[in-house]
């Protein structure tokens, strides 16, 4: 279940805004087996003084159980800086499962290894 928490900085958060960034980043709930994860999004204007548009940025933090998960991206279009966290968290994801799926394998390879040699000490 992923949980996700809004701030919003030097902007006015609405709730058509606030239903788009919960639908994005709920995406991401299913690369979690089952497991309870907060994700903290802050979203807002860097200052309120820019002399050319409108500058915007998004952030996200998803705490895991060993890693912190972090995206952040800026741009004209709050929107589409959203959109970008979240593409960025989702292969940071990915990539963490693979690491902890290559670590379970060759743990399980070592202990086979283990197993093996022992059989060998003990029929000597």
Same mark, same amino acid.
């Given at each position: 279940?992923?949980?996700?928490?809004?701030?919003?900085? $030097?902007?006015?958060?609405?709730?058509?805004?606030?239903?788009?960034?919960?639908?994005?980043?709920?995406?991401?709930?299913?690369?979690?087996?089952?497991?309870?994860?907060?994700?903290?999004?802050?979203?807002?204007?860097?200052?309120?003084?820019?002399?050319?548009? $409108?500058?915007?940025?998004?952030?996200?933090?998803? $705490?895991?159980?060993?890693?912190?998960?972090?995206?952040?991206?800026?741009?004209? $279009?709050?929107?589409?800086?959203?959109?970008?966290?979240?593409?960025?968290?989702?292969?940071?994801?990915?990539?963490?499962?693979?690491?902890?799926?290559?670590?379970?394998?060759?743990?399980?390879?070592?202990?086979?290894?283990?197993?093996?040699?022992?059989?060998?000490?003990?029929?000597?």
């Amino acid at each position: 279940m992923l949980k996700v928490n809004i701030k919003s900085t $030097n902007l006015v958060l609405t709730s058509g805004l606030k239903k788009f960034i919960r639908t994005k980043i709920k995406t991401l709930e299913k690369f979690f087996d089952n497991i309870q994860v907060e994700a903290r999004v802050e979203i807002g204007k860097p200052s309120l003084h820019h002399q050319k548009g $409108n500058v915007f940025y998004a952030e996200c933090q998803i $705490n895991l159980s060993k890693k912190v998960l972090r995206a952040t991206s800026q741009g004209e $279009n709050l929107k589409t800086a959203i959109l970008e966290v979240r593409e960025e968290l989702e292969r940071q994801i990915k990539r963490y499962k693979e690491e902890r799926k290559t670590k379970m394998e060759k743990g399980g390879r070592k202990l086979k290894e283990d197993l093996k040699a022992s059989e060998i000490t003990k029929k000597s």
